[in-house]
């Protein structure tokens, strides 16, 4: 009971800080369209976000490194802890973490190298200035895990290989989504509100992969992922509206969530090659790594006043 609650609030926090991004697009779309479309979205957005895309990808993922499980055998393994199925599952987590580990560790490095931002540390404005150098590290990170990952299984080499080719088809839709959000919340968009809408709705799906991969980190039980994305995808709705004024005041709340990214990237990682760390160790990181960027955003605000 004890793993079991400490694994959810490490979920709920993760969900929260991981779709900053996505919290933030949305609110800014949302200011252009009218009161009945915002309701609209936040009723029928939740059930899209919680009981579609985050109630579904888990069975998903779980059943493509496991696809020699019908659709009833998988449902017994997430409902019946049945020990045959739940052993034959373990035997897969390392195809399961490593394709996840190294997408979430592309996507932070993606950040740290590319994206523009708030710089927390000087280090962060010495790499941005070598945007470059992403594509070597990225490539080089990549070719090193798959030569590991061929000494132990060739299956995980497959794993590395797709986890590379999920973050390069999500960052690409994504440095879209960036450009089209300019124009959406621009006076000239020619977008109906349900143009608008429905293009939000695939975002947020899009968004959701981030939380999804990253929450077996934490876990492979099925159960405590969706109650801790479920909850965590709730408080985010819950900001968009109420408390997005607050957020966007923290300045390097993004840069706690892409540290606490990668840092989770590489644990699934390391976990794929052999190495075994106790259950409240990913949930600590991601509790750290918010904890920290929220004291310096709340320090610059304290001195801004000043």
Do not use: C
């Amino acid at each position: 009971m004890l793993s079991a609650i400490v694994v959810i609030f490490g979920l709920i926090i993760f969900e929260v800080v991981s779709s900053i991004d996505n919290a933030i697009v949305n609110a800014h779309v949302l200011k252009t369209l009218p009161e009945k479309y915002r309701k609209f979205f936040l009723l029928w957005g939740m059930i899209l976000a919680v009981f579609v895309v985050r109630g579904v990808l888990p069975f998903l993922i779980v059943w493509m490194v496991n696809p020699a499980l019908s659709l009833g055998e998988l449902w017994k393994f997430t409902f019946s802890n049945d020990p045959m199925i739940t052993e034959y599952v373990e035997k897969s987590k390392p195809l399961l973490l490593l394709g996840g580990g190294i997408y979430l560790f592309l996507v932070a490095l993606s950040w740290l190298f590319l994206e523009e931002k708030k710089y927390a540390f000087l280090v962060e404005h010495f790499i941005h200035k070598r945007s470059a150098w992403f594509y070597a590290i990225s490539s080089i990170f990549i070719t090193v895990i798959i030569y590991l990952a061929l000494k132990i299984n060739p299956m995980l080499a497959l794993s590395a290989s797709i986890g590379s080719t999920m973050f390069f088809i999500t960052d690409g839709f994504k440095k879209n989504a960036e450009e089209k959000e300019k124009e959406l919340v621009s006076k000239t968009s020619t977008m109906s509100a349900w143009s608008k809408l429905l293009y939000l709705e695939v975002l947020d799906a899009s968004f959701s992969i981030d939380g999804v991969i990253g929450a077996f980190a934490f876990t492979i039980s099925v159960p405590l992922i969706l109650i801790g994305n479920g909850i965590g995808a709730f408080v985010v709705r819950e900001f968009t509206i109420r408390g997005m004024d607050v957020i966007t005041k923290y300045a390097y709340l993004k840069n706690g969530a892409m540290y606490s990214i990668g840092m989770l990237g590489m644990i699934m990682v390391l976990e794929s090659l052999g190495q075994h760390y106790p259950f409240w160790f990913a949930p600590l990181n991601t509790v750290l790594f918010l904890g920290i960027f929220l004291y310096l955003s709340h320090r610059e605000l304290q001195l801004a006043k000043a």
